[in-house]
T-cell receptor, first 114, second 111 residues
Framework: NAGVTQTPKFRILKIGQSMTLQCTQD?????MYWYRQDPGMGLKLIYY???????DKGEVPNGYNVSRSTTEDFPLRLELAAPSQTSVYFC?????????????FGAGTRLSVL | GQQLNQSPQSMFIQEGEDVSMNCTSS?????WLWYKQDPGEGPVLLIA?????ELTSNGRLTAQFGITRKDSFLNISASIPSDVGIYFC???????????FGPGTSLSVIP
């Protein structure tokens, strides 16, 4: 019953460093999403994918990149970390094509850029 | 773009009290979702609503899909300490549309 798994849970980066946030799901969902959540704010969509090999920008894509080589994995890449990217990052997945299309979330990655 | 507003922004209530919160939109939605986020965790779906006027319960939680399709309401009866968290509403047009999340209502329960 793994669902959506995110690694790492916590990370501290220096300005200019790069890192990849990992996300994997075992529910055979076609859609996957990356959100960021800033203190006191809702979830803002960074990137999403409707299937392997297909990705698209969300509301706040600048400074991030994604890839979707398999159905299960949807990594998020930060190339040049900036303090503005300090946030909690959530990955989610869903099965679009059924009426309900409910998103299931991972536990989050807490990132600080200093 | 589409926006959701949630009120109140935060609530402090006594254990045992009932709670009401709502979510309004500038656009019509075909699906309304209510999620709860426990401290340090990801959001978890509480209730999903698919028809205008629909009233759905999940234990002590009851949510309604407003008849205008631009709002939704969540009620929690007889609150307990584990109800503490952030409650997000979310709306969606068709099942292929992106979900729009509200900013959340933070609930604190005083024992």
């Amino acid at each position: 019953n793994a669902g959506v798994t995110q690694t790492p849970k916590f990370r501290i980066l220096k300005i200019g460093q790069s890192m990849t946030l990992q996300c994997t799901q075992d529910m055979n969902h076609n859609y996957m999403y990356w959100y960021r959540q800033d203190p006191g704010m809702g979830l803002k969509l960074i990137y999403y994918s409707v299937g392997a090999g297909i990705t698209d920008k969300g509301e706040v894509p600048n400074g991030y990149n994604v890839s979707r080589s398999t159905t299960e994995d949807f990594p998020l890449r930060l190339e040049l970390a900036a303090p503005s990217q300090t946030s909690v990052y959530f990955c989610a997945s869903s099965y679009a094509g059924e009426a309900k299309n409910i998103q299931y979330f991972g536990a989050g990655t807490r990132l600080s850029v200093l | 773009g589409q926006q959701l507003n949630q009120s109140p922004q935060s609530m402090f209530i006594q254990e045992g009290e009932d709670v009401s919160m709502n979510c309004t939109s500038s656009s019509i939605f075909n699906t309304w979702l209510w999620y709860k986020q426990d401290p340090g965790e990801g959001p978890v779906l509480l209730i999903a609503l698919y028809k205008a006027g629909e009233l759905t319960s999940n234990g002590r939680l009851t949510a309604q899909f407003g008849i205008t399709r631009k709002d939704s309401f969540l009620n929690i009866s007889a609150s307990i300490p584990s109800d503490v968290g952030i409650y997000f509403c979310a709306g969606r047009g068709t099942s292929y549309d992106k979900v729009i999340f509200g900013p959340g209502t933070s609930l604190s329960v005083i024992p």
